[in-house]
């Protein structure tokens, strides 16, 4: 059937077509353009030109970079002999599953299905899960999926108030209604084990009724009483819209969007107390962050990358760094205006593989459809294009899995969309033929 293109932004993306020299990597098979770039590592230490980070107190200003020096404490502790309380150990996973959304089409009412591949097994294909009366809205259909510890739920986004909950079996639960009767797009869900609740971002305010304005504000509930919703401002730019989150540890990352009415040249990211709700703010130095903020600790455990777009085909995006105890901002990759310039174009997601490596969906083409899958070894000091085609339009278009070391995306060739598994090792790849258009997709993990 006929494939629907999703924006998340909803601009028109309009990419001057360009190509680079052919080139090949040893170890990569079908490399189809490389370049290489500064060698970036992953470490703690701080870098002699701090010309590209951005650092910030805990009022979510710049901090003050004199002087003054931090002499260490004669007495650290009071009780020397008090033995400190032990952290809690890291959970440990037991098994990893692949979740897919996908849609009928942006305007085609309830149009919304969800599909599992259990222990990521894709041998069989993807299994559906039945909810009757399909998933959106009465005016179309636009999904994104998050994941839990106890399940998993599927996001009604644009035009639709609704989550669907889905339980560790598979089987569709309930479905419940954020602030019912008002339009927010929902953008990302994450659950906040400390109080048992769940967070929902929205991006924009309400455009059906302007007395009531979300925009710079997330919404936090508990399941059993969805209509008791609050609201909690995590920003105090009022045109702010929360977009991706991500827990690590005891706070919550929340990448904010739309600043100054795509005006400012700076960027921000609420970061939330998940114990008593308190909130403060990192100011990037790049705007509108739309991929979602990654983590693995496996590579890097004190910090979070995510993308920034920028303003579309502006050249003005980067990949970024921000230390999680610091909240100290480094570019790690910018965009570029040069002609042929494998980075011409926009960043719009990633996800970091457990052997250090960054795959990158990248927006360089978006005239001809040729949307790139990027490779960047930060090791190495290169970047290179190992696969075009690609659906850079889902609300979560790239997705990694620690147990398979498979990256999940989307690929279109003509009009046929396609779940592509990528090996992060081997470069093996296979690919499901999908009978709707693709809204989103997720690895789940269960723990031990």
Do not use: C
């Given at each position: 059937m006929k494939k629907i293109i999703f924006s998340v932004l909803s601009l028109i993306l309009l990419v001057v077509f360009v190509s680079c020299e052919d080139s090949t990597l040893p170890d990569l098979p079908d490399m189809e353009e490389s370049m290489d770039v500064d060698a970036f590592e992953i470490s703690d230490e701080k870098t002699a030109d701090d010309s590209d980070q951005t650092h910030a107190n805990d009022s979510g200003e710049p901090a003050d970079d004199g002087n003054e020096t931090n002499l260490p404490d004669d007495?650290?502790?009071?009780?020397?002999?008090?033995?400190?309380?032990?952290?809690?150990?890291?959970p440990v996973i037991k098994s990893a599953h692949l979740l897919v959304a996908t849609v009928g089409g942006y305007d085609v009412p309830m149009s919304g299905h969800v599909y599992y591949a259990e222990n990521e097994s894709l041998t069989d294909g993807l299994k559906e899960i039945p909810v009757e009366g399909g998933m959106g809205s009465d005016d179309g259909a636009d999904l994104n999926v998050a994941a839990f510890a106890d399940g998993f739920t599927v996001i009604g986004r644009h035009d639709s108030s609704s989550l669907y909950f889905f339980d560790d079996n598979f089987e569709f639960e309930q479905e419940i209604k954020v602030k019912p009767d008002t339009y927010i797009n929902m953008q990302d869900m994450v659950f906040n084990p400390f109080k048992n609740e769940f967070?929902?971002?929205?991006?924009?305010?309400?455009?059906?009724?302007?007395?009531?304005?979300?925009?710079?504000?997330?919404?936090?509930?508990?399941?059993?009483?969805?209509?008791?919703?609050?609201?909690?401002?995590?920003?105090?730019?009022?045109?702010?819209?929360?977009?991706?989150?991500?827990?690590?540890?005891?706070?919550?990352?929340?990448?904010?969007?739309?600043?100054?009415?795509?005006?400012s040249a700076k960027g921000e990211i609420a970061v939330v107390d998940l114990e008593?709700?308190?909130?403060?703010?990192?100011?990037?130095?790049?705007?509108?962050?739309?991929?979602?903020?990654?983590?693995?600790?496996?590579?890097?455990?004190n910090h979070i990358y995510l993308t920034t777009t920028g303003n579309w085909k502006q050249g003005d995006g980067a990949l970024l760094q921000v230390n999680i105890d610091t909240y100290e901002v480094k570019k790690v990759l910018s965009e570029s205006e040069e002609e042929n310039n494998i980075l011409d174009g926009d960043f719009v997601d990633l996800s970091i593989a457990d052997n250090g490596n960054f795959f990158i969906i990248f927006s360089n083409n978006i005239l001809y459809n040729d949307n790139s899958l990027l490779l960047y070894k930060p090791n190495e000091g290169k970047i290179s294009k190992i696969d075009s085609g690609i659906n850079a339009f889902a609300a979560n278009p790239i997705d990694y899995s620690s147990v398979s070391g498979r990256v999940y995306y989307f690929v279109d060739e003509k009009s046929?969309?396609?779940?592509?598994?990528?090996?992060?090792?081997?470069?093996?790849?296979?690919?499901?033929?999908?009978?709707?258009?693709?809204?989103?997709?997720?690895?789940?993990?269960d723990y031990k």
């Open positions: 007495n650290p502790t009071e009780n020397p002999d008090e033995t400190p309380d032990e952290e809690e150990p890291e967070i929902v971002s929205a991006l924009n305010s309400d455009a059906f009724d302007s007395k009531t304005t979300f925009s710079n504000k997330i919404f936090i509930f508990k399941k059993n009483s969805p209509e008791t919703a609050a609201t909690l401002e995590i920003s105090d730019n009022e045109s702010a819209s929360p977009a991706k989150m991500k827990v690590v540890g005891k706070k919550l990352f929340v990448a904010l969007q739309n600043l100054e009415n795509n005006t008593d709700y308190s909130v403060e703010r990192i100011t990037l130095p790049t705007t509108n962050p739309t991929g979602k903020i990654e983590y693995n600790k496996n590579v890097d455990k046929d969309t396609y779940l592509k598994a990528l090996d992060s090792e081997s470069y093996e790849e296979m690919k499901l033929l999908l009978d709707y258009g693709p809204a989103a997709l997720r690895v789940k993990y």
